[in-house]
């Protein structure tokens, strides 16, 4: 007897990464409960909520997003959209982070979202979307030692916008969420990747205190997860979706950045620099 496959027929598929994370998950409840059918996608194991189907994928593994693909093509004959929110935070000197560390936050900041494009296109037909969550960071000049994030950040905007130029051309729209300090797991690994940078860092002089004030400062204005799945939400029911979304954008970051960048880097030795070890 022929095995029957039951497959989902439905408009409105969505595929969602970093579906466990904060961002993610939000994103993904309120999809569901707007009655979108979501595929979840995350390296960690997460509940199933509502209309939500999740499969465990490390983005850094082609061979397991492959297996997910099609895990979901039997599910579904198409996908409406694809959301990017997989992502890892990292703060370090980029003279004194060892290579592994530097390679991997590329490889799953940006070459996971190139990854995941690559093998689900398949699935998006013409009025498609896909959403990329970038960071307030990308198109700014980073501080000191949060170079990494920010660089992985600015390339995943370049991809963005290069592949905007591109799906364009097949009816797929490309928007990406540009959004500032999350209430996610982010923050914490942010104080914690801080820490462990001012305990290990042996070629700058640093005053730990001012710095984790600047941070501080960058990080106090936060937002809920929810409101970045309400601007998802927007990126996927307006008729015309905007390019860049941008939300939670920081005055201090902006202040900084009006200044010409002799005087940033001038402004920030100033704060930070622990003089008191030169005496």
């Given at each position: ?17 970093g ?5 993610g ?11 979108y ?17 999740f ?98 950040k ?83 029911t ?29 402004a ?8 008191t070890?030169?005496?």
């Amino acid at each position: 007897m022929k095995k029957t496959v039951k497959r989902v027929i439905f408009m409105k598929n969505v595929l969602v990464t970093g579906a466990a994370g904060g961002m993610g998950k939000a994103i993904c409840e309120l999809l569901s409960s707007k009655g979108y059918n979501v595929f979840g996608m995350d390296y960690c194991q997460v509940e199933e909520p509502g209309n939500m189907k999740f499969y465990r994928c490390d983005v850094t593994k082609t061979e397991e997003i492959e297996a997910v693909f099609e895990k979901v093509k039997e599910e579904a004959e198409s996908l409406f959209a694809i959301i990017h929110t997989a992502g890892v935070y990292d703060l370090d000197s980029l003279l004194e982070m060892d290579e592994q560390r530097f390679v991997r936050i590329f490889n799953i900041n940006l070459f996971g979202v190139y990854r995941v494009n690559k093998v689900f296109k398949p699935l998006l037909n013409r009025g498609g979307r896909i959403v990329i969550t970038s960071s307030e960071l990308a198109p700014l000049d980073p501080l000191p030692f949060t170079g990494i994030y920010a660089i992985t950040k600015a390339a995943l905007e370049k991809y963005a916008f290069s592949l905007r130029m591109e799906t364009n051309l097949l009816g797929i729209s490309v928007s990406v969420i540009r959004p500032g300090a999350v209430k996610t797991g982010l923050l914490n690994v942010s104080t914690t990747a801080l820490e462990r940078f001012m305990e290990n860092t042996k070629l700058y002089n640093t005053n730990a205190k001012k710095f984790r004030q600047i941070v501080d400062g960058v990080e106090t204005k936060n937002i809920e997860p929810e409101d970045i799945a309400q601007t998802a939400l927007r990126a996927l029911t307006e008729k015309t979706p905007k390019y860049v979304y941008k939300i939670n954008r920081n005055p201090l970051l902006l202040l900084l950045n009006s200044l010409p960048q002799h005087l940033q880097v001038f402004a920030i030795e100033q704060v930070i620099k622990d003089r008191t070890k030169n005496k």
